[in-house]
């Protein structure tokens, strides 16, 4: 039976559609692991195809065993917490200005952030750069 499964496995012309499901409860905020997720055979529509496409990404809710991981079951790994402190930065005509500000949630680079300016105590929110600094528009 393992012969004629990992016969299955590598051949792409048997039609069978394959999805990765999740072999553990991996709960949300957690990053996904190869132990955590398994490569099955199997009809789940919109269920993510590869396993190379959700290893080391964070659990976004929370997924139960024998369950189809979908793509928006798992997001990038969040790159500031809540209450971090984080840089500020104003971009505006050239100029910088960097202050440091208290995080009012979790995100990820690229994601949109909630941040309290230290100095001046407003909120703004900002894109997380890959440093962790949120640089704020206008």
Known sequence: MARLLLLLLFLPTCGLPDSVVATRTIRAQSIVTEDAISFVLANHKGAVANPS???GLEARVTIYPGRPIRPDDVGPPALIERNDIV????ANNGVSILTEGRSLSRAAVGERARVINLASRKSVSGIVRPDGAVLVSN
């Open 87 to 90: 840089t500020l930065i104003y």
């Open 53 to 55: 496409d959700v290893l």
